[in-house]
């Protein structure tokens, strides 16, 4: 299979030739496929952001590549902007972003720009609005009435509204209750799989990543570090404390439990692994 | 993008120009600019231009940042050594096309315009380059200070600076971020005529705004739970204090100044 987005040794520079020269990314490679949940992990300055900028084309590599189904984004002016609608990227806190005086016409502002029909643009809204649980009767109200989870999902829906068969979120439940914070988790899983999406999650919530990536990407300064499924990239859960993320509870409890001398497997990262595996040590059934 | 706009910047370096009083810097702006104004002969600019590339040397900076950020300001620049090219009565003509004379005093003036010119930018440049905007306007609340007899709110006046200083950067940044959140979903602030440009601009704007307003709400409220009441009793942090090398770089200064008068005076 051909994977849908990847780059290759994709570097990044900012302020060139400045005494604020500084190398934000060096060297990644990466690649993701249709249909697939990632998540890219890494603490503040590690790069992250400015990678996912470069997916869509709003960053310009200082060397390598990124490829849109196997075309170079940068090859024509009309292809980067071809691809910004193909790649949605929904950026940190993005309700700040939001600007019309009714919900409706917020969502529409990417449609619009793709120059679609005015009856698509209408059928788009209603799906993204549904698909990000909001009611009809929102539509019409000003964003800035709603509340923060609700604002949030408006500008979610703003980008699904262009239905771009990547989707990137930059830590899309910062700053949110618990309900909103899974009430958006929900709607990105929806919308991964009615569109056989590639969906990319930047998250600092390790117990997130581990429970719903197919695959992670671990960022340590500007470099990919550690990749693969999670059960692979929590094996190396000692070098994530090392780079100052934390990993998650299970994976914790495991380690320190081997660490005195228990026999645990190492790719132990959620409750459910933990309490198998320490039942197979005791011996014993689950005794409810 | 906006980020490479070096105009009004501050370049960190451990230089002795960096290291300066901003008062001395100050005033010494002010007598290098009087300076520029009354010179005007070869031999003055000559020595102007000397002063400028001893500052330029000693802070350490590198010439290409100073050329960059006249750049923006090229336009005018050389809008007004056209004029003065243009424009300059005179009796030595050199080309005569239709009405304009192009006069070898012309050519003089718009020269010595040009010159003038870069150098007052770049003399400017030179302190908000090599000084921090929170030093900058300490140093200019405490040469205000005077004015405080005659009620005029210097200490407010000062923060007020202060404050603009301090969040031009996080405005550039939160600008450059909407903009690219905008593009994402396909704004196009490139292309077509000045109409669509400005319309173009509002979805930008509009976050903008609101995210000023709640940023000037946020500071109000932080200040006040520190009990900020203006500047009666106030203390500083960092005291500024004149040092030998502030009192030998006003002496240069004050020296430059007045060995062009006196150039002017004697006709040289």
Redesign the interface.
């Known amino acids: 299979m051909k994977p849908i987005i990847s780059t290759e040794n994709l570097t990044h520079v900012y302020s060139m030739g400045t005494p604020f020269e500084h190398t934000a990314i060096r060297d990644v490679c990466f690649e993701a496929y249709a249909g697939e949940y990632l998540c890219v992990i890494g603490h503040t300055g590690s790069g992250k952001s400015t990678f996912i900028q470069h997916l869509n084309g709003l960053l310009k590599p200082t060397s390598g590549v990124v490829r849109f189904e196997g075309e170079d984004i940068h090859k024509s002016k009309a292809f980067t902007r071809d691809v910004r609608f193909r790649v949605g990227l929904v950026f940190q806190y993005p309700e700040y972003q939001l600007f019309e005086e009714t919900c409706y016409k917020d969502i529409a502002f990417g449609p619009k720009n793709m120059g679609l029909a005015k009856e698509e643009i209408d059928r788009r809204v209603h799906m993204a609005a549904a698909m990000a649980n909001l009611d009809e009767e929102l539509l019409a109200r000003q964003p800035f009435d709603l509340s923060g989870g609700q604002k949030r999902r408006v500008a979610i829906a703003g980008v699904m509204a262009m239905q771009p068969s990547v989707l990137i979120l930059d830590e899309p439940t910062a700053g949110l209750d618990p309900d909103s914070r899974a009430e958006v988790m929900r709607n990105v899983e929806n919308y991964r799989r009615t569109m056989n999406a590639c969906v990319i999650m930047v998250s600092h919530s390790m117990e997130d990543a581990a429970r719903n990536a197919d695959r992670l990407f671990v960022f340590h300064d500007g470099r990919l570090e550690i990749t693969g499924a999670p059960a692979e990239v929590f094996r190396h859960s000692k070098e994530l404390q090392d780079m100052g993320l934390t990993v998650p509870l299970a994976a914790q409890v495991a380690m320190g439990l081997r660490a005195r001398g228990l026999p645990l497997p190492e790719d132990i990262y959620t409750n459910g692994q933990l309490i198998e595996a320490l039942l197979a040590v005791k011996g014993g059934e689950p005794d409810a | 993008m906006l ?2 706009i ?1 105009m009004g910047q501050y ?3 451990p230089s002795v120009i960096h290291r300066l009083d901003p008062r001395t810097k100050i005033i010494g702006l002010i007598l290098y600019i009087a300076a520029l104004f009354t010179a005007k002969s070869y031999c003055s600019y000559l020595l102007m231009a000397l002063m400028l590339a001893c500052i330029i040397a000693l802070s350490t900076l590198r010439l ?2 100073l050329i960059k950020g006249l750049k923006p300001l090229i336009i005018i620049i050389v809008f007004t050594a056209v004029l003065n090219l243009l424009f300059t009565e005179g009796e030595h003509v050199l080309i005569q096309v239709w009405k304009l004379r192009l006069t070898l005093e012309g050519v003089r003036t718009a020269g010595f315009m040009l010159a003038r010119l870069v150098m007052l930018i770049m003399g400017s440049f030179m302190l908000t380059y090599t000084t921090p905007p929170m030093t900058l306007t300490d140093g200019i609340e405490r040469l205000l200070s005077p004015l405080k007899k005659i009620r005029v709110p210097v200490h407010e006046l000062a923060m007020m600076m202060s404050i603009a200083l301090r969040f031009i950067p996080t405005l550039v940044e939160e600008t450059d ?2 903009m ?9 602030f490139e292309t077509g005529g000045l109409i669509r440009r400005a319309k173009a601009l ?2 930008v704007l ?2 903008l705004f ?2 000023a307003f709640r940023r000037a709400d946020e500071l109000a409220v932080a200040m006040e739970s520190r009990c900020y009441h203006g500047g009666e009793g106030r203390t500083r942090m960092n005291v500024l204090v004149m040092k030998r090398r502030d009192w030998i770089a006003l002496a240069v200064c004050l020296a430059v100044l007045a060995a062009v008068i006196a150039l002017a005076v004697f006709g040289l």
């Not at chain 2, 905008?182 to 704004?187: E, H, I, L, W």
């Open positions: 980020k490479d070096t370049f960190p370096a290409k940042m971020k909407i690219s959140a905008q593009k994402a979903r396909g704004a196009d509002l979805p509009v976050p609101i995210s």
